[in-house]
């Protein structure tokens, strides 16, 4: 699904609006989240995946972590929106050249 909008040169431009979106987000924010809780200083996020425990992370490493996620989100969808807007500055150029130019002869008697 995902790969059909970004095949689309407007899904390209929103969906790279709304990563860069979120990126940013994720980014400035200023309290690292755990499972959608807020981590106080000192606590510890446990992750897990089928009830097995995966790794864990202090407040500090999991705020640093969710920061470096919104830079490359950022930059992720700042790249797709730029190229969207590109296919489709290149797509109306295209066109208007193409209505510009007059039609030649297909056969000549």
Same mark, same amino acid.
């Given at each position: 699904? +995902?790969?059909? &909008?970004?095949?689309?040169?407007?899904?390209?431009?929103?969906?790279?609006? +709304?990563?860069?979106?979120?990126?940013?987000?994720?980014?400035?924010?200023?309290?690292?989240?755990?499972?959608?809780?807020?981590?106080?200083?000192? =606590?510890?996020?446990?992750?897990?995946?089928?009830?097995?425990?995966?790794?864990?992370?202090?407040?500090?490493?999991?705020?640093?972590?969710?920061?470096?996620?919104?830079?490359?989100?950022?930059?992720?969808?700042?790249?797709?929106? &730029?190229?969207?807007?590109?296919? &489709? +500055?290149?797509?109306?150029?295209?066109? =208007?050249? =193409?209505?510009?130019?007059?039609?030649?002869?297909?056969?000549?008697?």
């Amino acid at each position: 699904m +995902i790969w059909n &909008i970004a095949k689309n040169k407007f899904g390209m431009l929103v969906l790279g609006l +709304i990563l860069a979106g979120v990126g940013v987000y994720l980014f400035t924010q200023d309290k690292a989240t755990c499972g959608g809780q807020v981590m106080e200083a000192g =606590d510890v996020c446990v992750r897990s995946k089928a009830g097995i425990e995966t790794g864990e992370s202090t407040t500090e490493e999991t705020l640093r972590n969710q920061k470096y996620g919104g830079y490359a989100l950022t930059g992720v969808g700042g790249v797709l929106a &730029i190229a969207g807007l590109v296919r &489709i +500055i290149v797509g109306a150029r295209g066109k =208007d050249e =193409d209505a510009a130019q007059p039609n030649a002869p297909v056969a000549s008697a």
